[in-house]
């Protein structure tokens, strides 16, 4: 990319109401960036370019290209257009790629093979523990783990991948000076200290606004050449994520659950449009081809418990409650216990992720 040619990007992306499409369709007319902005009149309306939108191309907003230049002027601060070499080719081959990419961290790991992760931010103890430890195998096995920096399963995404020492990046739905949700902060220091990234198409000050999200996940589809869907509800902005990777050619697999619980509902959709059902880390490996897992295959949601450390009452009730909906008066029926000692014991199993308490019921979540 020449640096002459950076603050002409920064421009085009200040240009209101025009979007990657708009701009890929013009550029195919002029020789690059700064021979657009620089064309006269008569050449811009020979290729079409409204009269509204020529009186944009003429005034740009070079003051926030100026912020944006002095932002990139930090340390692992960095603009990626579509003529930089290190903006990841996986991307810049979707229909509407973004016009440019604000990165902290290492904008090499763009470019690294990446498996995407998402789901519900109310996920529940399973899932989140079951985005852990696919996170954790994954990266384990080699794959940069990218993921949309929400709370719930984005979080334990980003986190397993971490535990594992692996890459991970998170695609923000605001600009990078807008950390979204607070809660995050210190885990995008942890990202970037790992040598994985924090990137987005927004301007640095956007901040969350609800139709960013949903186009944001074509970026996550888009780096990845798959998408894991881990608990999704049936309208969510993880199947819109399914649904960008699936149009752009990307494997999609979703990880199956109880037919009474609303979370499982969107990936039983994907899975009777043809995602891979998955179980096991083994199972996303072995479709993506030849790479191997060095942990254990069987998901941490089987492994992370050990009910035998749990006191005997504990261990009574627990053994009442099954995968499908447990009603509260069976579980008192047959474990024989009072309401307050079964009361708190459910709570206590809730709080360590054994049991989710959903309506008409409990489920075992581990």
């Known amino acids: 990319m020449s640096m002459s040619s950076l603050p002409y990007w920064l421009a085009a992306l200040y240009l209101p109401g025009i979007g990657p499409l708009k701009l890929k369709q013009w550029l195919t007319h002029f020789a690059d960036i700064k021979t657009l902005f620089t064309a006269t009149d008569e050449e811009c309306q020979a290729v079409g370019i409204s009269a509204k939108d020529r009186a944009k191309l003429q005034q740009p907003n070079w003051q926030a290209v100026e912020a944006d230049l002095a932002w990139a002027e930090q340390e692992d601060h960095h603009l990626l257009t579509w003529d930089d070499e ?26 690294s093979k990446q498996i995407a992760l998402v789901g519900s ?3 529940t103890p399973a899932g ?14 080699g794959l940069t783990i990218t993921s949309g920096l929400a709370l719930g399963i984005d979080g334990a995404s980003h ?5 594992a020492k692996g890459k991970t990046i998170a695609v923000f739905g605001t600009g990078l000076q807008h950390i979204y949700p ?5 885990l995008v220091q942890e990202i970037i200290q790992g040598e994985g990234a924090v990137i987005s198409e927004f301007p640095l000050n956007t901040s969350p606004k609800p139709p960013h999200f949903p186009q944001r996940n074509r970026i996550i589809g888009g780096l990845s050449v798959g998408v894991l869907v881990v608990e999704a509800a049936l309208k969510s902005g993880s199947l819109i994520t399914a649904r ?19 979370l499982s509902k969107g990936c039983h959709h994907l899975i009777r449009q043809g995602a891979k059902l998955v179980e096991t880390a083994a199972d996303v490996l072995e479709e993506l081809g ?4 060095s942990t254990s295959t069987r998901p941490l949601s089987m492994t992370a418990s050990n009910d035998a450390c749990l006191p005997p009452e504990s261990q009574q009730v627990l053994a009442q409650i099954d995968y499908e909906i447990t ?23 809730e709080l360590q992720g054994y049991v989710q308490s959903i309506p008409g019921g409990y489920i075992k979540a581990a």
């Open 290 to 293: 030849g790479l191997s897992v």
């Open 327 to 349: 009603p509260l008066d069976l579980i008192l029926l047959r474990s024989g216990l009072t309401m307050g000692q079964v009361s708190s014991i459910l709570l206590t199993l």
């Open 159 to 163: 986190r397993g991948a971490l535990a």
């Open 182 to 186: 607070a809660q995050h902060v210190s």
């Open 128 to 141: 989140i523990r079951n985005a852990h430890y696919f996170a954790h195998s994954l990266a384990e096995a």
């Open 121 to 123: 931010r109310h996920a």
């Open 244 to 262: 960008h990777a699936l149009e752009q050619g990307r494997e999609v697999f979703a990880i199956p659950g109880s037919i009474h619980h609303p």
């Open 86 to 111: 290190r903006y990841p080719m996986p991307l810049k081959e979707i229909a509407d790629p973004p016009i440019l990419l604000f990165v902290r961290g290492n904008p090499a790991v763009l470019s």
